[in-house]
């Protein structure tokens, strides 16, 4: 042990003594002030740092072979060292780098959010101020016994009453062609892009042969839609017959009231 000892001093005489007289003056430091920790702090430290110190430079020599100088190995190890503060900073500087990205990405996404909000209010404002210039325009272009014009949800409802299909057949007559033009023109106004053509009956018939008339006089107005203007416009037609009455079919009066034809109008500018 004590020939160990003797080499390890000429091997490594400037990191042993430095680490020697590092740890004589941390326990004479000690000696002097055992119940103030504080004191001794800075001692202990320096210690233990040119303790590592001779054992890397220990270690450097046994890597390299001990003919490596200990200057030379001193010098080694300070180069690790910076590299390996480099390395550290690096490893910091990605982490606070991608730091950053995330709280940019987090940000951009917030204020992605906030954009299709704004449009979204933006668009269902536009969709508000729209559908009433259809409304208006709607009602005052139709008389009351020619039509009713109301809103239904996101959707404009036109409800034709006079139509006045003859009587089991679903050609159109004449007479319903102005008041189709009418449908032409809010549909413009709104900027449609869907309608739903419903077909409705009175109670007078059977169930199947009104079903069966209603579908195809709802789908005689949807031709018409088709093939006067709005061909690129999603449209679809329903006959539901006489299961959806507005008013009793016992009179002659109920019974004009529920054969009508229903126009729903939905606008392409509402956001979902």
Do not use: C
Request: net charge positive.
């Amino acid at each position: 042990m004590a020939q160990k000892m003797i080499r390890l001093k000429r091997l490594l005489q400037i990191s042993f003594k430095a680490a020697q007289l590092s740890l004589k003056t941390a326990e004479s430091i000690i000696s002097t002030n055992v119940r103030n920790p504080e004191g001794y702090k800075t001692a202990v430290a320096k210690a233990n740092l040119d303790t590592i110190q001779l054992s890397n430079v220990m270690a450097t020599i046994a890597e390299n072979g001990k003919n490596l100088a200990e200057p030379v190995a001193i010098k080694m190890v300070s180069q690790n060292k910076a590299i390996s503060g480099l390395e550290t900073n690096l490893v910091k500087v990605t982490a606070q780098d991608e730091a950053n990205q995330t709280a940019m990405q987090l940000e951009n996404d917030k204020l992605s959010s906030t954009n299709d909000a704004n449009a979204k209010k933006l668009n269902n404002a536009n969709y508000k101020v729209q559908i009433q210039r259809a409304l208006e325009k709607a009602r005052s272009q139709f008389s009351k016994s020619e039509a009713d014009a109301y809103q239904q949800g996101e959707n404009l409802v036109i409800r034709l009453k006079q139509i006045n299909f003859a009587s089991g057949k679903s050609d159109l007559p004449a007479s319903a062609i102005p008041s189709l033009a009418k449908v032409l023109d809010v549909a413009k106004t709104l900027n449609t892009s869907h309608i739903t053509v419903e077909g409705h009956t009175d109670s007078v018939g059977g169930e199947v042969e009104n079903r069966t008339i209603s579908e195809s006089r709802a789908s005689s107005v949807a031709t018409y839609f088709k093939s006067n203007g709005l061909s690129d416009v999603e449209i679809q037609s329903e006959g539901y017959g006489y299961s959806k009455p507005l008013t009793t079919n016992k009179t002659k009066e109920g019974r004009a009231q529920n054969r009508r034809v229903d126009i729903i109008l939905s606008p392409n500018t509402l956001t979902q």
